[in-house]
């Protein structure tokens, strides 16, 4: 069974850097479209970043030039660097990915930017 596990989450402060990794579980994530979303309290779950199965990324606006997403096959993991983080940052984060046709969600790492 494919299981993906987010880590590397916790408390920063304004204008620090987290990386967070969802590691895959049960099969290679090396050619599955990965993306990373998050959820803010009271907000709807928005995604953030995205690499697809060729490895081209795309980005929310909101954190185009300062997130970055890769992927370590080696490792069976995808990264989301953070760099300068702002207070609206702050929100569970999530990974999300697609194995033989079935969607699948981690459980969700913590993020709070604090001032």
């Known amino acids: 069974q494919v299981q993906l596990v987010e880590s590397g989450g916790g408390l920063v402060q304004a204008g620090g850097s987290l990386r967070l990794s969802c590691a895959a579980s049960g099969s290679t994530f090396s050619i599955n479209p990965v993306g990373w979303y998050r959820q803010a309290p009271g907000k709807q779950r928005e995604r953030v970043a995205f690499?697809?199965?060729?490895?081209?990324?795309n980005y929310a606006d909101s954190v185009k030039g300062r997130f970055t997403i890769s992927r370590d096959n080696a490792k069976n993991t995808v990264y989301l660097q953070m760099n300068s983080l702002k207070l609206e940052d702050t929100a569970v984060y999530y990974c999300?990915?697609?194995?033989?046709?079935?969607?699948?969600w981690g459980q969700g790492t913590q993020v709070t930017v604090s001032s």
């Open positions: 690499i697809s199965s060729g490895d081209s990324t």
């Open positions: 999300w990915s697609i194995f033989t046709g079935r969607t699948y």
